[in-house]
């Protein structure tokens, strides 16, 4: 079965860092492109990057400068590093395996940033 698995969140004060990582498994890894999503408290989910099995990487406004994506496909693993980080980052953050025909979510790591 697939099982898609985050860590690495916690409570940073602002202008901070985290590294959050996914592990992948019951997927042929190198198929997917991998992203991270997040959903703040009373807001929708909403994308916040992604990297193509190729390593073609693409963020959102909100974070570009701030976060990098990156993969390891011998681990069948994707991380997100977030320096500088915000009150505003503060949410629940998933990570997602997509093809055309699949789509597959985690359960979510919590990132707070408060002081």
């Known amino acids: 079965q697939v099982q898609l698995v985050e860590s690495g969140g916690g409570l940073v004060q602002p202008g901070g860092s985290l590294r959050l990582s996914c592990t992948a498994s019951?997927?042929?890894?190198?198929?997917?492109?991998m992203a991270w999503y997040r959903q703040g408290p009373g807001k929708q989910r909403e994308w916040v990057a992604s990297?193509?099995?190729?390593?073609?990487?693409n963020y959102a406004g909100s974070v570009k400068d701030r976060f990098t994506i990156s993969r390891d496909n011998a681990k069948n693993t994707v991380q997100l590093q977030m320096n500088s980080l915000k009150p505003e980052d503060t949410a629940l953050y998933y990570c997602?395996?997509?093809?055309?025909?699949?789509?597959?979510w985690g359960q979510g790591t919590q990132v707070t940033v408060s002081s």
């Open positions: 997602n395996a997509w093809t055309a025909l699949s789509n597959y």
């Open positions: 019951g997927i042929s890894f190198t198929a997917y492109t």
């Open positions: 990297i193509t099995s190729g390593g073609n990487r």
